[in-house]
């Protein structure tokens, strides 16, 4: 009989977080086994821009020794941006001088940095976790694939998004739907009123909100905008709409938009290709475990919550980071190092968290448009 394989560090999802986690050990001198579900790095799409934070996914690129490599595909004037009223008039235009702490970069290309920077034998591709279990060794746990086959570890690490199949080790916690629906669509360059919209929003991000409802874009690096749609809606609404028929469901969508400003409902009017519903879930704000031997969380998996605190891929960076350096500083002593590490953990995505919930309900509640700005105006008396 053949024994069950064995890994002594099993990362469970290969995005950002579980990447950043794999390079930073190897950095290090410290082999692991990153598992994802997807065929090949390239199965799937992998998402648009990032902007990235000096004190969280920066750092750890520094820590990962690929900080060069980041900066290299920064997009120019990415971190311009506009606050727009649905009537098209721009309250507030904050263009990129090029000094500013979170430059944009396309994600795709953030992600192949990483691969590319570790060990060919890193990724197991095509690794669908379907569940995980103590062993009768402390700290050990079975691993189950959806092909059948079966791995133990030593330390297992979820970094498998917010649907995680590693949380239930430690935590009952699932996410739950915010009260906000977002529907993704791409004005394509060359297409319908490209130019008369890039005039309006700029080569950044903007930011257009009333009564619920607001048009969220940023400007990717092919020159497209990538514009989310967000509806403050019931659970059930997205699925009242038929997105199969691309032309009824930008009626749906535009329906909510009536009398805004031709130009922004462009963004969703002369969109390219079919529209994405995505509704957004967050687990609790400030969820927490009890220290489980063997087994940790990171990035979504541990904090998942909505976007308006413009952290999530950050967050997830920052803590593959700082796992990793927590196992480097506590050699031979996992569990030291991942209760150091959760220490941090915790209090960190607590407040982000909160943040984030916070600017959910400012940005879909009264004078929602005003009370942005005011919030613009406090980030930039902070800076000054």
């Known amino acids: ?14 995005g ?13 001198g410290v082999a692991c086994t990153v598992l994802d579900l997807d065929t090949s790095a390239g199965a799937r799409a992998q998402g648009g821009m990032l902007d990235l934070h000096e004190e969280t996914a920066q750092a750890a690129l520094r820590a990962a020794g690929l900080y060069e490599e980041f ?13 727009i009223d649905p009537d098209g008039t721009v309250r507030s235009h904050d263009p990129d001088d090029g000094d500013g ?12 940095i990483l691969l590319d920077s570790l060990p060919a034998d890193t990724i197991r591709w095509g690794a669908k976790v379907t569940g ?63 130019t008369e919209v890039t005039a309006l929003t700029g080569g950044g991000s903007t930011f257009s909100l009333g009564d619920g409802r607001a048009l969220l874009t940023h400007r990717e690096s092919d020159g497209r905008v990538h514009t989310y749609v967000a509806v403050k809606a019931p659970e059930e609404w997205l699925g009242s709409i038929d997105f199969s028929d691309t032309q009824a469901a930008r009626a749906a969508v535009l329906a909510l938009f009536e009398g805004w400003d031709d130009r922004l409902r462009a963004l969703v009017e002369d969109s390219s290709g079919a529209l994405v519903p995505r509704p957004i879930h967050a687990l609790p704000v400030g969820i927490t475990w009890d220290r489980v031997p063997g087994v940790t969380l990171l990035g979504d998996a541990a904090h998942l919550m909505s976007p308006f605190a413009g952290e999530g891929a950050n967050l997830a960076m920052f803590d593959g980071a700082e796992l990793a350096r927590a196992l480097v500083e506590h050699p031979g002593d996992t569990e030291a190092a991942l209760a150091a590490y959760e220490k941090e953990l915790f209090p960190r995505s607590e407040a982000t968290a909160a943040d984030s919930a916070a600017n959910l309900t400012l940005m879909f509640g009264p004078d929602a448009q005003q009370k942005l700005l005011d919030m613009f105006a406090g980030f930039g008396a902070e800076q000054a």
Do not use: C
């Open 71 to 83: 900066r290299a595909i920064v997009l120019p004037g990415g971190e311009e941006s506009k606050v």
């Open 132 to 194: 995980a279990q103590p062993t009768e060794v402390p700290g050990r746990h079975l691993v189950t694939l959806a092909d059948g086959s079966r791995f133990t570890t030593d330390l297992l690490i979820g970094a498998d998004g917010a649907w995680s199949r590693i949380r239930p080790l430690l935590s009952d916690a699932r996410p739950a739907y915010t009260g906000i629906s977002f529907v993704e669509a791409d004005l394509l360059p060359g297409t319908g009123r490209h």
């Open 101 to 112: 702490g979170r430059p944009e970069v396309n994600r795709p290309d953030l992600r192949r």
């Open 16 to 28: 950002l977080g579980g990447l950043m986690l794999a390079r930073v050990l190897h950095v290090n």
């Open 1 to 14: 009989m053949n024994a069950t394989p064995h890994h002594p560090i099993a990362v469970v999802g290969a």
